[in-house]
């Protein structure tokens, strides 16, 4: 039996084999219970795909920490087998996150199919998980975007001088994966002992790609745009307070008290206003529909880029979520609105995002 015989509205695909496939379980916890008629598709840890119940994934108490094991036998051997045999007239709900369903990887592959699918095109997905890529991409249209250094993990020490030269500024230094999540693999070098405590840890994986980016002071804020019938919204802001925690790291996310959000963001209404214009710029000028979230940055005098997620978190306590809520929609109008562009795009229903959107 293949994993869709018995069914012919939306599947949502989560799990997955990369790293943050413990947060897409957590979001899919949330989206299966505002869309209870949707296949529940888990992609384990192994490659497998395993239709799993409501019951079973509302049972995993500790999504963030634990991973989800099912005992259902396999549907299909891996997501390509999966794809073979899909039925083009049913939409997938992308519950990924990360390289899993942020790299454009498996968005080409649907593509290929012409398999409806929610979220940002193959391209655009390729481009925002490239940290790079998206910064050039951002101020290419005029966006200011903080200074950095790129290269593989193992060559990351030939920026030393940079490095000790941004420290001695006085300005600390982030250090991220070029192409990730932005929750794994994140550190915060004060020093040059961090420095080269990153390098020593970093050993194993000489080949991984890394951004260097010089810490911008300021107020730390995230801006969703969602599309809507009548054009692209920024959804209102929400402000991230570190409360003692050096970095906005996975654990300070989802599983300590590292940090403090406050949505709707408290914000002279100019700042705001500069907050959603950067995020509707970004999510322009890397191309990408449905919905996005950019992080950036108030130094005081400008509105800084960090980056853009083409498939934020869905979780109960994810920016996105709370954004919505205080901007007056549910996650069935969103969800419902994410079917409908993702089979849309497909019959040429929707064209290009709008070049103007709405505030």
């Given at each position: 039996?293949?994993?869709?015989d018995k069914h012919d509205g939306p599947a949502i695909l989560f799990g997955g084999i990369g790293s943050e496939r413990l947060v897409s379980t957590a979001s899919t916890q949330l989206v299966a219970t505002v869309l209870p008629e949707a296949e529940l598709l888990f992609w384990a840890k192994t490659g497998s795909i395993h239709r799993v119940s409501a019951d079973e994934l509302r049972a995993h108490a500790r999504p963030f920490t634990d991973e989800l094991v099912t005992a259902q036998p396999a549907q299909a051997a891996s997501i390509d087998e999966l794809l073979q045999t899909w039925d083009v007239r049913r939409a997938i709900v992308l519950g990924l996150h990360g390289v899993d369903g942020e790299s454009g990887e498996l968005q080409r592959k649907l593509e290929a199919r012409r398999i409806p699918y929610t979220g940002s095109g193959a391209d655009a997905s390729r481009t925002a998980y490239d940290k790079a890529a998206a910064k050039q991409a951002v101020a290419a249209r005029g966006g200011a975007v903080a200074e950095a250094r790129m290269?593989?993990?193992g060559e990351l020490g030939e920026h030393r001088d940079w490095v000790q030269g941004t420290l001695a500024s006085g300005r600390d230094v982030f250090a991220k994966p070029r192409a990730d999540g932005s929750s794994v693999g994140l550190y915060r070098l004060r020093s040059t002992q961090d420095f080269e405590r990153?390098?020593?840890l970093?050993?194993?994986?000489p080949e991984r790609g890394y951004l260097?980016?010089?810490?911008v002071l300021g107020r730390e804020l995230t801006t969703g745009v969602v599309e809507w019938s009548d054009g692209e919204r920024a959804l209102p802001s929400s402000e991230v307070l570190l409360s003692g925690a050096s970095t906005f790291g996975y654990d300070e996310k989802y599983v300590t008290a590292g940090a403090t959000e406050i949505t709707p963001a408290e914000l002279p209404h100019d700042v705001a206003e500069a907050a959603k214009t950067l995020a509707l710029d970004a999510h322009r000028?890397?191309?990408c529909r449905g919905y996005s979230r950019t992080d950036c940055i108030w130094d005081g005098?400008?509105?800084?880029?960090?980056?853009?997620?083409t498939l934020p978190g869905?979780?109960?306590?994810?920016?996105?979520?709370?954004q919505l809520q205080v901007a007056g929609f549910t996650m069935r109008e969103f969800l419902e609105r994410q079917l409908a562009i993702a089979h849309a795009r497909l019959t040429n229903r929707v064209g290009p995002a709008p070049r103007q959107g709405i505030r």
């Open positions: 039996m293949s994993a869709h290269s593989t993990a990153m390098l020593e970093l050993r194993g994986e260097l980016e010089a810490a000028a890397v191309g005098t400008r509105m800084v880029f960090l980056e853009i997620n869905l979780t109960p306590r994810s920016f996105i979520t709370q």
